[in-house]
């Protein structure tokens, strides 16, 4: 890989993490369409374990798909 871009596996953690991030309020939104609202604290219910998973297989996909 070239030096000048990074490790894939840190680029492919941190792309899959902000993904996760920015779309992670619709997914509630989506989730909780049939339930009564709970303020505006749900929008960030779960952000931590679903970033985490995503990055971590963000990190595995670009990484071993650059090799």
Same mark, same amino acid.
């Given at each position: 890989?070239?030096?000048?871009?990074?490790?894939?596996?840190i680029c492919?953690?941190? &792309?899959?993490?902000?993904?996760?991030? &920015?779309?992670?309020?619709?997914?509630?939104?989506?989730?909780?369409?049939?339930?009564?609202?709970?303020?505006?604290?749900?929008?960030?219910s779960g952000?931590?374990?679903?970033?985490?998973? &995503?990055?971590?297989?963000?990190? &595995?996909?670009?990484?071993?798909?650059?090799?």
């Open positions: 890989y070239d030096s000048l871009h990074g490790d894939p596996i492919g953690f941190v &792309a899959a993490a902000i993904a996760a991030i &920015a779309t992670h309020p619709l997914d509630v939104l989506k989730t909780r369409a049939m339930t009564d609202a709970e303020g505006p604290l749900v929008f960030t952000i931590v374990p679903r970033t985490l998973h &995503a990055a971590i297989g963000g990190a &595995a996909f670009f990484g071993v798909l650059s090799r």
